[in-house]
T-cell receptor, first 114, second 117 residues
Framework: GESVGLHLPTLSVQEGDNSIINCAYS??????FIWYKQESGKGPQFIID?????DKRQGQRVTVLLNKTVKHLSLQIAATQPGDSAVYFC?????????????FGKGTKLSVKP | GAVVSQHPSWVICKSGTSVKIECRSL??????MFWYRQFPKQSLMLMAT?????????EQGVEKDKFLINHASLTLSTLTVTSAHPEDSSFYIC?????????????FGPGTRLTVL
């Protein structure tokens, strides 16, 4: 299930199940969104991105859904594996195509039980 | 993909001392690099944008005289935490977009853990 801790929501799933991680973004002008995976003590790793002119994009075992109406982004991980355990951040960027900075969401900790 | 390195990976220092953290783009040139700070169980917060050959731009609330940024070459940006105090203890992460990879994607360094005693 999903719980909200002091700072970081946690999602606990069984190995092999599908995971859905949600993110609400703040800026309606944002036109590019990215999901990052961060393992403990490491920098963020790129997972998948989506532009605002799309509502769905699929990668290997991952799917990102974008709902601009309610400013909501989700990351779906199929057949979750123990190696997927990490903190997942969504990030938004305005001025897609520029070298502008990213604004990160709060993050969700995914724990995969074997 | 492009690789960004940071040095050191961790550092422990006494209160009042200065600490320099390096961020290097190993296989691409970066005219812009970003410095983030991350406290435990929290998200990444942008501190400043480092611009090669010009002054860095700082986010609101970040003291430019305390966090000195130098971007002297197209592959190196440094962040110096001056007169560090325990509240500066954090995980510092840099990132850089690789124009050849598409400017949207940013490549992150592995981070530097700073502990101020």
């Amino acid at each position: 299930g999903e719980s909200v801790g002091l700072h970081l929501p946690t999602l606990s799933v069984q190995e092999g199940d599908n995971s859905i991680i949600n993110c609400a973004y703040s800026n309606s002008a944002s036109d590019y969104f990215i999901w990052y995976k961060q393992e403990s003590g490491k920098g963020p790793q790129f997972i998948i991105d989506i532009r605002s002119n799309m509502d769905k994009r699929q990668g290997q075992r991952v799917t990102v859904l974008l709902n601009k109406t309610v400013k909501h982004l989700s990351l779906q991980i199929a057949a979750t594996q123990p190696g997927d355990s990490a903190v997942y951040f969504c990030a938004e960027k305005s001025q897609e195509g520029s070298q502008g900075n990213l604004i990160f969401g709060k993050g969700t900790k995914l724990s995969v039980k074997p | 993909g492009a690789v960004v390195s940071q040095h050191p990976s961790w550092v422990i220092c006494k209160s009042g001392t200065s600490v320099k953290i390096e961020c290097r783009s190993l296989d691409f040139q970066a005219t812009t690099m970003f410095w983030y700070r991350q406290f435990p169980k929290q998200s990444l917060m942008l501190m400043a944008t480092s611009n090669e050959g010009s002054k860095a731009t700082y986010e609101q609330g970040v003291e430019k005289d305390k966090f000195l940024i130098n971007h002297a070459s197209l592959t190196l940006s440094t962040l110096t935490v001056t007169s560090a105090h325990p509240e500066d203890s954090s995980f510092y992460i840099c990132s850089a977009p690789d124009p050849l990879a598409g400017v949207n994607e940013q490549f992150f360094g592995p981070g530097t853990r700073l502990t101020v005693l």
